[in-house]
């Protein structure tokens, strides 16, 4: 069932409210963007914390994102300006991930009810359940839409043929607690997996065999794979690591202020944009490693984030329950954010 915005219920109706205004940001003729200030999108609507995030690759229609929630009812929104379009409803527990595949056609989301679900990402309805031992954490779709990768607290890796759904998965095992993360890489040839044993392990598809491992001394707090340059991004601790996603070599760690929950390298790796415990949202460059911005917009510790597919902005989800949109240009005229000029203001307010 999908709950559509325009067809149920004022509490659907009113689940943006404080985006469908313009961000107005005030610019000098200079326009010294690190001199302005940070103008987040606030998306409300949940009720529990927000506790993963995704976006859709660049549509026709632009890019979308989806956000699991531990109300149990992820939500689908237009990716630019965070306006709801609908609520997937079917779940019975918490949703620990959720993820679109790269034209926003499919939905997949990972609940405490023992399941993953398959969602039409157009009409809503839902297309698959597929019945788990114990709660699934984690979802990720082939580059073809054609299998969906899942993990979770049985310590197993699942792989689904989603134009099967009577056929058995095929099943890897190894970790020794739950798993947090499961992400395809090198072209769906193999498997990226972070669990609970402190380890990272690159599995290849074919043998489910261990090609590499990394152990930790604590556990991974969060993973993300970058497929143009092959970067694995990994946070554990107050730590942001990135690694060769291919061979697992380090490339560079950076230390943030407070205990870290999620990072996301920007699509050009100019910047990388990180969120934790003390909740505040801190942007470094990548190069150097130098920290760039920080800003305190939630109420509570960040649980993810990730950037736009076109990399003009990033979104966190939070304990508080909200989703929050930031510029990574501050300044510039995007989505709800306009850039208005002395004078600009007033002739603005005049013709509206």
């Known amino acids: 069932m999908f709950l559509l915005k325009g067809v149920l219920s004022i509490q659907a109706q009113s ?42 690759g660049i549509t026709p229609y632009g890019y979308f994102l989806i956000s699991a929630c531990k109300d149990g009812k992820p939500m689908l929104r237009q990716g630019d300006t965070g306006d709801w379009i ?19 056609t499919k939905a997949a989301t990972a609940a405490a009810d023992f399941t993953a679900k398959v969602w039409d990402a157009v009409s809503g309805d839902e297309v698959l359940t597929l019945a788990h031992k114990h709660i699934v954490k984690s979802v990720n ?17 699942r792989i689904y043929d989603i134009n099967k759904p009577e056929a058995e998965p095929q099943e890897i095992t190894g970790h020794t607690s739950a798993i947090k993360k499961a992400l ?56 942001i690591a990135f690694y060769n996603a291919l061979s697992l070599d380090l ?13 996301s390298l920007h699509p050009d790796k100019d910047f990388f944009v990180a969120g934790g415990d003390d909740f505040k949202l801190y942007k470094y460059d990548y190069s150097t490693k130098e920290e760039l911005e920080s800003y305190k917009g939630h109420f509570g510790p960040v649980h993810c984030v990730r950037f736009s597919p076109d990399g003009e902005l990033y979104a966190s989800g939070s304990e508080d329950g909200t989703l929050r949109l930031w510029q990574t240009e501050v300044g510039k005229t995007y989505g709800l954010w306009k850039c208005v000029l ?11």
Request: proline share 3%.
């Open 342 to 352: 002395p004078g600009e203001f007033a002739l603005f307010h005049i013709e509206h």
């Open 141 to 157: 779709f082939t580059q073809d839409s054609s299998c969906l990768l899942t993990g979770g607290n049985d310590k197993t890796i």
């Open 251 to 263: 490339i560079k760690t950076v230390d943030a202020p407070a205990s870290i929950h999620s990072a």
């Open 184 to 239: 395809w890489c090198n072209n769906d040839t193999q498997i990226l997996s972070a669990a609970d044993d402190k380890t990272v392990r690159l599995w290849d598809r074919t043998s489910t065999a261990v090609v590499k491992q990394l152990s930790f001394d604590m556990s991974v707090s969060s993973m993300e794979y970058i497929p143009d340059g092959e970067v694995l991004v990994i946070t554990y601790g107050k730590t």
């Open 86 to 104: 609908g609520t997937f409803l079917g779940h019975k527990g918490a949703v620990w991930g959720a993820t679109l595949n790269k034209e926003a």
């Open 15 to 56: 689940t943006l409210s404080n985006t469908f205004n313009l961000q107005f940001v005030f610019c000098t003729e200079t326009k010294v963007s690190m001199a302005m200030r940070q103008t987040p999108l606030t998306c409300s609507g949940h009720t529990r914390p927000v506790v993963d995030l995704a976006f859709s």
